[in-house]
């Protein structure tokens, strides 16, 4: 008897773009792990933010933004400008 043939939508391991692939990497960020941070803001907050992401020219993502604000956050604790004291940040920051 003859073999039977199934249709998938499935792709074979090793068998995706490279270029795709490559361009997801470079979007997401490269080689390093990522770790979900969980945050609520109010919806005001949410609503400023929308309206950059909408505004900017290139349609920058509010996870961009957000990376930003975080990359300025650790600068300010790092010259001793924060809010909250926290013992030993040089060596909590590195670099």
Do not use: W
């Not at 270029?19 to 990497?25: E, P």
Request: aromatic share 4%.
């Amino acid at each position: 008897m003859a073999e039977r043939k199934t249709l998938t939508a499935r792709r074979k391991p090793g068998t995706g773009r490279k270029d795709l692939d490559k361009a997801l990497k470079e979007v997401s960020g490269g080689d390093e792990p990522k770790k979900r941070i969980p945050l609520e803001v109010p919806v005001a907050t949410h609503r400023k933010l929308s309206s950059m992401r909408a505004h900017s020219q290139d349609n920058v993502p509010v996870r961009e933004f957000l990376l930003e604000a975080i990359d300025d956050l650790f600068e300010k604790y790092r010259r001793g400008e924060g809010r909250f004291a926290v013992d030993d940040i040089e060596r909590i920051l590195g670099e």
